[in-house]
Structures are given as structure tokens and as C-alpha cells.
């Protein structure tokens, strides 16, 4: 029996595979803290042997290269990809055994990337998964533009075109095992699926059942911003990164954390958002666990800036870590642990209130406040705050002089944004309300 292990990365929106037999192991599209990936090999009993990439990646820092230093298996990346590592280069139609009963088909797959491989998985000779990477996602495909729009639209074509080939060529009773599409900024859409065969994708999914241009029109009218990290994140991984570093960094005490604030480094409090608003250390930045931490910290912090994590106990501090070492951001400069009370020292602590919409609607009718919508574009567009002013959360840090004079009520769609957005603000010496709420708790009457 072939057995294929997810290892979801949900706060990155990704899936990496183990993939064994019980006696010999491949892995696809491996995140970088490698050390997941060899404990479930262990506790299986099972060799890792080969190790396949299906891109460069764009999203996270690839842990491919790590695992074959770590065990000598071999690294299947596309013979097209410029890199600076050795590997073992593969192209559309390679073969390769893995031990007496797995084969992997090498697909041409191109559409997220240029150069984009799909993994086709036969074992006993019966064709059972295929591993698409960026590719064919659940309801889905992988973004086109992320190579910059001079190629987005010849893409978005191959993306098509790619999609087709899987399901042409393979038996519909195969399992689809994609990496992006589980909130990845890497997917062009986003489906609650967790799983699928041909069968199912041929049913449902746009890019099988839409003629071509419809596909077409509909993925680029879909687009919006994606992280700004992703600019660093193919450089490093053709380079090769190495296995990360995750032993605990330098303790700061609040003498050093002030002095941190004060040289323009960032102090990010790990703590969720209502306790970060009770009271905090001022001039720190809330970017919580319980969201996308690492996807909108690596999107908004000028990239190489020295980042301490404050967390409640060292377990908050290593899983922000961890999650940090995904994106390429190595080793925090410190780190505290503990409460706000103890990290401010003699300085006293900075809060700010929270509310509703509801209450955001009360105050309007008596006195003027300013109302800042830090979602996306297309959030935007789609419904908005009657006299808002809209600031995407990735722009604020460079447009926070556009914030208008008076006290800000800051909101996004369900209020982590808006946490992030409040910390920004208040850092700033803006006097600050984070509506803490659901954007669908706005009255319909109230928005356009």
C-alpha cells in the first residue's frame, strides 16, 4: 500500500507530501523547517530517497535542499530552473523508480510559473495521484501574474492549456494532490475543498468546464495583491537555503526593547488582539498567532528590518519562529516572554479601545470620525463604508500620512487586519478605535 501524508502549512495556505511504501519515501514541495518532514519519515519507519520541487517558489522558502543534504536523497528540480545548487534536473516526460513499486511521471505543467512540473504517481502499474504543485488546484489554478504582468496574460493561457493536459492524459479516478489552495495568496481563487480526484475537478473546476476565454477573463478580473516577501522568496530558493536555524534568540529586557522601538526596529506582540488592545508596550506591532502572522508580517515589514518577538511563553515565541523561517525571516534579533507589564518596565502601558459596527454606526450621528478600510482592492470594490477612506494594510506603512487628521476607527473584514492596521497607527501617535468586528455586520443601508 502507498501511502501519501499531507503537511499542511495552514497560515501559509500550503501542502507538502511524504509519500512512502512503507519501506522507501519521496517528498514534494517541502516547507523549510524540515525537521516535520523527517520525524513523520521516522516515525513511518520509512528512507527518504528523492525529493521533488514542482516550481521555484514564490511563497516560502523551500526546505527541498535541506532534506537531500540531511539524507542523501536525490533533488528533482526542472532542468529549465536557473539554480545555483546541485540537483538532479528533470523534464516533461522523465521516469523515475522509487524502489521496487513507485513510479513518478514528470508533467509539463506550466501556467503559475514558466517552468512549472506536475508529478504523476503510478504504483503496481495503476496510475493512483498526481502531485500539481501551482498547477490544477482544488476549484482552482495558481495565480498567473506573479512573474509581473508583461506575462501574466501568456500564462493565464498555459495555465488553461496545463489544467487540460492533466485531465486529458490522466485516468479520472486519480487523486489531486496540489500544494497551493488552502488561503495560499499563491491560488487565483479560493475553495474549501480538502480533496479530489480528476473526476471531481473535471465536474467543477473552472479551468475543465469554462471555454477558454471565460476562464480567461475571469482569473484576470479576480486578481489582487499578493504578499511583498514573495519578491525575495525565488532568489532565495534558487540558491539553495539551508535548514534553518530555530534555537531560541538573545532575551531583551525592557531597557533593550525601548531602546529597539526607539531605533525604528520592530517589536512585534505575539497575543491575540483583545489582549493586545487591554495594554501593550507602545510603539509595538500586534501581528497575532491566531492569524496570517507570517504572511502579512513579511508583507508589511521593510524587508531586512530586525524583528523581537514578544510572546506570552517560549512555546509563542518558537511557533513564531518557526513560522518566520518559512518566508526567509532566519533569526529574530530577541525575544521576551512573559506579560506587557513586565516588558515596559517603569514605562506605562498603551491600549486602545475596540468596538463594533454598531457602535461605529452611533457615533457617526454625534460627532465626525475618520473611518479607515484597510481591506484589499477588491474587498473594496465590492462593498464599502459610505465616506471611508481606503488604505490597503500592505500600504499603510508607506501612506500613513494619507490617514486624514482626527481620531481613526480602523476596520477590515473581521477584525485580525484591522489589530495590525490599529498597531500601525497608534505607533504613529494617531488615536486609534479597532472596530473589532464582521465586515457582514455592517448594515446593508450603510454601505455601496
Not at 536523497?73 to 540537483?87: I, W
Not at 501568456?154 to 487523486?175: F, I, K, M, N, W
Not at 529586557?253 to 529597539?260: I, M, P, W, Y
Request: charged letters at 20%; hydrophobic letters at 40%.
Amino acid at each position: 500500500m502507498v501511502h501519501i501524508v499531507p503537511i499542511d502549512t495552514p497560515t501559509l495556505g500550503d501542502r507538502s507530501y511524504l509519500v512512502h511504501d512503507g519501506q522507501e519515501a519521496f517528498v514534494v514541495d517541502p516547507q523549510r523547517d524540515i525537521d516535520r518532514v523527517l520525524a513523520l519519515a521516522a516515525d513511518a519507519g520509512v528512507r527518504i530517497t528523492h525529493v521533488f520541487e514542482t516550481h521555484i517558489h514564490n511563497d516560502y522558502v523551500t526546505g527541498g535542499f535541506a532534506i537531500a543534504e540531511a539524507t542523501g536523497a536525490a533533488y528533482h528540480v526542472n532542468a529549465a530552473d536557473s539554480v545555483t545548487f546541485a540537483r538532479m534536473p528533470v523534464s516533461d516526460g522523465d521516469v523515475i523508480a522509487i524502489g521496487d513499486r513507485m513510479r513518478v511521471t514528470v508533467l509539463a505543467t506550466p501556467g503559475h510559473t514558466f517552468t512549472h512540473l506536475s508529478y504523476a504517481l503510478s504504483a503496481d502499474d495503476r496510475e493512483i495521484a498526481v502531485f500539481t504543485g501551482g498547477s490544477l488546484l482544488y476549484g482552482s489554478v495558481g495565480r498567473p501574474d506573479l512573474l509581473g504582468p508583461d506575462h501574466t496574460h501568456e500564462l493565464v493561457r498555459l495555465q488553461y492549456a496545463s489544467a487540460h493536459r492533466l485531465a486529458d492524459d490522466l485516468p479520472e479516478t486519480a487523486g489531486v494532490y496540489p500544494t497551493h489552495g488552502f488561503g495560499s495568496f499563491c491560488s487565483a481563487t479560493q475553495s474549501g475543498a480538502t480533496a479530489a480526484t480528476l473526476a471531481t475537478e473535471k465536474a467543477t473546476n473552472p479551468a475543465l468546464i469554462q471555454a477558454e476565454q471565460e476562464f480567461v477573463d475571469d482569473i484576470l478580473a479576480g486578481l489582487d495583491a499578493w504578499p511583498a516577501y514573495y519578491a525575495h522568496m525565488a532568489t532565495a530558493n534558487s540558491e539553495g537555503p539551508a535548514a534553518p536555524d530555530l534555537s531560541e534568540p538573545e532575551e531583551a529586557d525592557a531597557t533593550q526593547l525601548r531602546r529597539r522601538i526607539a531605533d525604528g526596529e520592530w517589536v512585534v506582540d505575539l497575543r491575540n488582539r483583545v489582549a493586545f488592545a487591554a495594554g501593550h508596550v507602545a510603539g509595538t506591532l500586534n501581528f497575532g498567532l491566531d492569524g496570517s502572522f507570517a504572511t502579512y508580517l513579511g508583507w508589511l515589514i521593510p524587508w531586512g528590518t530586525p524583528v523581537t518577538l514578544l510572546g506570552e511563553t517560549p512555546e509563542q515565541v518558537a511557533e513564531a519562529q518557526r513560522e518566520l523561517v518559512r518566508i526567509g525571516i532566519d533569526r529574530p534579533a530577541a525575544q521576551a516572554t512573559g506579560r506587557p507589564a513586565g516588558w515596559a518596565g517603569e514605562q506605562p502601558l498603551a491600549s486602545h479601545p475596540r468596538a463594533t459596527f454598531a457602535e461605529l454606526r452611533q457615533v457617526r450621528h454625534h460627532r465626525p470620525v475618520v473611518v479607515l478600510d484597510v481591506r484589499r482592492s477588491l474587498e473594496w470594490k465590492s462593498a464599502h463604508l459610505p465616506g471611508a477612506t481606503h488604505i490597503p494594510l500592505h500600504e499603510l506603512p508607506s501612506r500613513l500620512a494619507e490617514v486624514p487628521d482626527g481620531e481613526v476607527w480602523v476596520h477590515c473584514a473581521a477584525g485580525y487586519r484591522a489589530s495590525i492596521a490599529a498597531s500601525l497607527l497608534a505607533a504613529a501617535g494617531r488615536q486609534v478605535v479597532h472596530i473589532d468586528d464582521d465586515f457582514a455586520d455592517a448594515r446593508p443601508d450603510t454601505v455601496h
